[in-house]
């Protein structure tokens, strides 16, 4: 059975920053390319950053230089760095599993960005 369950979302002030995690079990992991998610209400869920199964990275413009993602395949963790967290960051953080027509997702992590 495929798990990713992810944690380490909270209330921070804006400026503040959070790490999120997201631990994986019944996938090979190290094949998979990685991801993180973001939803608020009303609106669709979009990509925030992406990780290669070689460890290729990409981001959403809107956290270029604030927010790093990166992959522990001997943990079989993702993670996601946040920095500078502002108050439009604020949403439930999804982490996504995917390897060609595979495809997985977490239950979301609620992160709140607010003074």
């Known amino acids: 059975q495929v798990q990713l369950v992810e944690s380490g979302g909270a209330a921070v002030q804006p400026g503040g920053s959070l790490r999120l995690s997201c631990a994986a079990s019944g996938i090979i992991f190290r094949f998979f390319n990685m991801g993180w998610y973001r939803q608020t209400p009303g609106k669709q869920r979009e990509l925030v950053a992406s990780?290669?199964?070689?460890?290729?990275?990409n981001y959403a413009d809107s956290v270029k230089g604030r927010f790093t993602i990166s992959r522990d395949n001997v943990k079989n963790t993702v993670y996601l760095q946040m920095n500078s967290l502002k108050s439009e960051d604020t949403a439930v953080y999804y982490c996504n599993a995917n390897l060609q027509l595979k495809e997985y997702w977490g239950q979301g992590t609620q992160v709140t960005v607010s003074s």
């Open positions: 990780i290669s199964s070689g460890s290729s990275k």
